[in-house]
């Protein structure tokens, strides 16, 4: 709703930045706006440029987390992870370098600065890359709530992996444990005081990635990592740029103990909560075996499940069958957990 | 196990058996039969386990005023708003906040600079006046589950500057009125085990007695979900009206008798307008004179007079969330569903909570139910 005094095109609302389809229809009337590279309209979480017989591929990502620090990592450990994360699904698993901007609120604890870095640094280390190139800007006292982190990052790709290459007969693969990322930064953000294992996902999955692309070739037909809007948003995108339609089985999506009782008392579908340390891989039916084995080798992807199948069915449809029925998977046009990545 | 539902009220065997006890018992009868539920936790059951996709054809189970945000009166919107409006600080639960009023919610009341701030428990509203001196003003909300937590903390040495503006409502005075319309063709209730928790199920045998209908009480899991819809259609298909207690790991009959005490000591009942469904002679939860000093309807009542009036939007008079909650259409007969009026620009209530019909369908893709 609007109110007369309202400006005619409206405000920016929370829902603008939710992942869903409010953000893409404001990307797509103010972003894209005269745009016409096809890079950039095909919206995908990173870019791939010719460069040669290869691909560089870029992305960027920007981190606003509240609380910075959760269990199970922190603001600059995501913005490491993030960013590695979307150059992983696009294939480039070796990143030659990232920049970062820092954004900061005057009286931000110059400690909690430097613990941010120190994560940023060991991420960088398990990602194999590191930061080249930075810049630094302080806001005054309640301009910005806190600390604000904006990544970028580039690599060479052999083969360039799409979120758009589904096919009919395969299989999706899901890298691990669903929604923990989501539900630890919720407790903590309200001190939900929930006891147990509860920790984020937060990872970078370049490593796995390169050894499942190693085993399964050209038999690898899509990839992208189920953040914002979680597992739902990401196979309503895969299913509609793919057009082919998804069904997914309950009784197969791996979750954790405490990931699952936090979901249950806090009345929260895991399927719609950000992971950071997650992928989502459809594969050629017959190379479902071996990529499990592959990722269940690694110490990221142990929990490694075949949660769905393509199908022919209705473009863009993703179907939840729980085994007492089916049920249609639809994005959510505003976020229940505002900000968590 | 792997998997989202592995717990024991979840086996998927046993809600099979179900469904095809289910299946067997209607077509042996050669039967339609029509139940309510007057429950928003249970439409979200059913959305969530896709239970819908395999009901018998022969099975209509009508969705009843069981969401609370969903029957706040577009006045009582408009009533918080003002008062923030004014410059108070307002606190409410997550889903009140993009609630239609007339024409405004406590969401763009805040985006224009209003001070509205979302809680999580009736507990918080009082933490956060301790912390403050100026007035703080809780929009409270909900059926008798949360009007029970607003009386604790008005039964708990509340703050001074802690005060309540209920839109609290009762449910068994709207079941009372959907079985009293000439044109009901309920044949029995599915009541809410939550509820029915507090109230004890013994509550509805009056009910029971005085319309002849069945209600058996229903917990929330999938299989009590299957089983009590199962235990209601038997009775119905025998002729018989009797309260069943389906859930009685939870229910008894005599209810929760500290919460109840405590909920009419601070409450009582009030005759109140429900949105979109009537009337509702005893559905409102007003606080009692005793707690007049916490009452915002009392103590900032030369506010709320001054308030403008505000008018409604053009395309609310098209909103069917009335005809929805009373059970008499379904989400995809009302023309705004999924077209103007969606999740992020709801027209009606029904559109807006978790445990509105609208909203549940909208998100668990039940307007594209396939089986």
Known sequence: ?????????????????????????????????????????????????????????????????????????????????????????????????????????????????????????????????????????????????????????MGLADRVIRDSGLEEGDAIIVTGTLGDHGLAVLSARHALGLEGALRSDVAPLNGLVRAVLARAGSELHAMKDPTRGGVTSALVEMAEKARVSIVVDAQSLPMSDAGRAAAEILGIDPLMVANEGKALIGVARGAVDSVLAELRAHPLGAQAACIARVQRGVPGEVMLDTGFGTRRLVERDDTPLPRIC | MNGLERLEFRDVARGRALQERLDQRLSESNQTVTVMHVCGSHEQAFARYGLRARFPKALQVQMGPGCPVCVTDAPEIDRAVALAERGYRLLTYGDMLRVPGANTSLADARAGGARVEVIYAATQAAEIARGTREPVIFFATGFETTAVATAAVLLKDPPANLFVLSAHKWVPAAMEVVASSPETTIQGYLAAGHAATITGYGLFEAFVARHQRPVVVAGFEPLDILSALLLLVEQVLAGKAEVVNAFPRSVSQAGNQRALRALFRVFQMGDGDWRGIAHVPGGDLCLSSAFAAHDASVQFSADLDAAPRRLPRADAAQCRCGAIMTGRLTPKDCGLFGSSCRPDTPVGACMVSTEGACRIWYEHGQHEVSA
Do not use: W
């Open chain 1, 1 to 153: 709703m609007t109110n007369s005094s309202d400006p005619p095109e409206g405000r920016v609302r929370l829902a603008h930045g939710a992942g869903g389809r409010a953000m893409r229809e404001l990307i797509e009337s103010v972003f894209l706006e005269g745009v016409s590279d096809p890079e950039a309209r095909a919206m995908g979480d990173a870019a791939a440029l010719p460069l040669g017989d290869r691909f560089l591929v870029v992305t960027t990502d920007a981190h606003v987390v509240m609380p910075a620090f959760f269990p199970g990592g922190d603001i600059g450990r995501l913005s490491i992870c993030g960013v590695v994360n979307d150059l992983a699904m696009a294939g480039c698993c070796d990143v030659l370098a990232l920049t970062s901007s820092v954004i900061v609120e005057e009286g931000y604890p110059i400690e909690a600065l430097r613990r941010i870095h120190r994560s940023m640094q060991l991420a960088c280390v398990e990602a194999s890359t590191k930061i080249v190139s930075g810049d630094t800007k302080v806001m005054q006292k309640g301009e910005i709530d806190g600390v604000v982190l904006s990544t970028s990052g």
